[in-house]
Every structure is written in C-alpha cells, then in structure tokens.
C-alpha cells in the first residue's frame, strides 16, 4: 500500500515536500513514481526514482524545481518541490513499478507499468 501526503496550498515560488509512504512492501526494491493530474487533463508523469541504482527521472517542466528521493530507513519516497507555479496545481500521485531499470529508462512515464498506486494529495499554488 503507498500514502501520498504532503499537499496543500502554496503561493507561486513556494515549496512543499510530498511523501509517498510504503507498507506492505519495501519499497526501495521497487520503482516510485509520482504522476500528478490536473483538473480536465490527462494525468502526466513527473518524477521517477528506481530501486536498483536509484536513478532519477524528471518531466522536463519541473526539472531543476523537483527533486525525488528516498529513505530506505522510512520507507517512503519524497517529492520536493521548488519554485512552483500556479501550473503545477494537480492531484499528485504515487506509484510502484515492478519494472527492471533498463526498462524505465526509456519507459519510466508510462502509467501503465506501474502495478501499485496511492491515494492522491492535491497541490494547489495560487498565484
């Protein structure tokens, strides 16, 4: 099971940190996924971290704003976010994939491949 939290409302150029916390499961073997979805758009991958070499992945609109990582301690991964912008506003997702890195490296935004999703936490940036 994975808990997405963090969320809230922001003001352009503010941060939020959002958590994606794993039971059931260690995480750190899996890829996660955060995935976020707009109001009337088609959800959009974000950000990616994998298990084995820990590998980061980023949509090219929050790179340089966005950094993934994980505490294997924890178990849960975090999505900290910078400098947002009234765009960024979406429901953000998390997701567990149990695909091998030489896959995700090309694939790492397809929904599809990931078997295990969390609740939402919505992030709303006024401007």
């Known amino acids: 099971q994975l808990q997405a939290s963090g969320g809230g409302l922001v003001q352009t150029g503010g941060s939020l940190r959002l958590s994606c916390a794993a039971s059931?499961?260690?995480?750190?073997?899996?890829?996660i996924g955060w995935f976020r979805q707009a109001p009337g758009k088609e959800r959009e991958a974000v950000s990616c971290?994998?298990?084995?070499?820990?590998?980061?992945y980023y949509a090219g609109s929050v790179k340089g704003r966005f950094t993934i990582s994980r505490d294997t301690a924890k178990n849960t991964v975090y999505l900290q976010m910078n400098s947002l912008k009234p765009e960024d506003t979406a429901v953000y997702y998390c997701?567990?994939?149990?695909?091998?890195?030489?896959?995700?490296?090309?694939?790492?935004?397809?929904?599809?491949?990931?078997?295990?999703w969390g609740q939402g936490t919505e992030v709303t940036v006024s401007s």
């Open positions: 997701a567990a994939s149990t695909q091998p890195e030489t896959r995700l490296f090309r694939l790492w935004i397809l929904s599809r491949l990931y078997d295990y």
């Open positions: 971290i994998t298990g084995s070499r820990g590998s980061t």
């Open positions: 059931g499961f260690t995480s750190e073997y899996y890829a």
